[in-house]
């Protein structure tokens, strides 16, 4: 069989997908974040910046 990988975007998404397939016994894994919501946020924001090059060079000199 496949296995899904889901990344609901808050907690009532998250409760309803686990209430959906409890109710139809399908079995899941539940894996914890080391990382505060927050922070992995402020680490997509930052990726996206540099996408759109939002980005800025530093001369090591200038340090």
């Known amino acids: 069989m496949e ?3 889901v990344h609901p975007d808050n907690k009532e998404q998250l409760a ?3 209430a959906f397939m409890k109710a139809f ?3 899941f894994e539940e ?3 080391a990382y505060n919501p927050e922070f992995i946020a402020k680490i997509k924001d ?3 910046q540099v996408k759109n090059g939002e980005t800025r060079t530093v001369n090591i000199a200038d340090l």
């Open 3 to 5: 296995t899904l990988i």
């Open 25 to 27: 016994k399908i079995s």
């Open 16 to 18: 309803a997908l686990k």
């Open 46 to 48: 930052s990726r996206e």
């Open 31 to 33: 894996e914890k974040s």
